[in-house]
């Protein structure tokens, strides 16, 4: 499966953006799918995650309360909106698929990954 990541750009704090990642090759059914954050100099960490199957998410305690992770299953698509962003959210954001419907928030436990979109979160 390939993973298409899209959606981030620069927005001023406290303002939202919206990740889409698009699933090609095979559809996300029975997958897990995670996003992670890899900002300059750090390691790569979990943010959000959704089991296709079930609907059910995970959010690491930096994204609850601000961030959404959801499905479209007609569009085979993951979302991430991401709301009130701060300048401590600037990444590379990725997606990730576990092809056993995991949803870690190790990222050595995901088998697919995308290629990236840059989130900037400046004024």
């Known amino acids: 499966v390939q993973l298409q990541a899209c959606g981030g750009g620069l927005v001023q704090p406290g303002g939202s953006l919206r990740l889409s990642c698009a699933a090609s090759?095979?559809?996300?059914?029975?997958?897990?799918v995670g996003w992670f954050r890899q900002a300059p100099g750090k390691e790569r960490e979990f943010v959000a995650s959704?089991?296709?199957?079930?609907?059910?998410?995970y959010y690491a305690d930096s994204a609850k309360g601000r961030f959404t992770i959801s499905r479209d299953n007609a569009k085979n698509t993951v979302y991430l909106q991401m709301n009130s962003l701060k300048p401590e959210d600037t990444a590379v954001y990725y997606c990730?698929?576990?092809?056993?419907?995991?949803?870690?928030?190790?990222?050595?436990?995901?088998?697919?990954w995308g290629q990236g979109t840059q989130v900037t979160v400046s004024s």
């Open positions: 990730a698929a576990d092809l056993y419907g995991g949803i870690s928030y190790h990222y050595t436990d995901y088998h697919y």
């Open positions: 090759g095979r559809t996300f059914s029975n997958y897990g």
């Open positions: 959704i089991r296709w199957s079930f609907g059910s998410t």
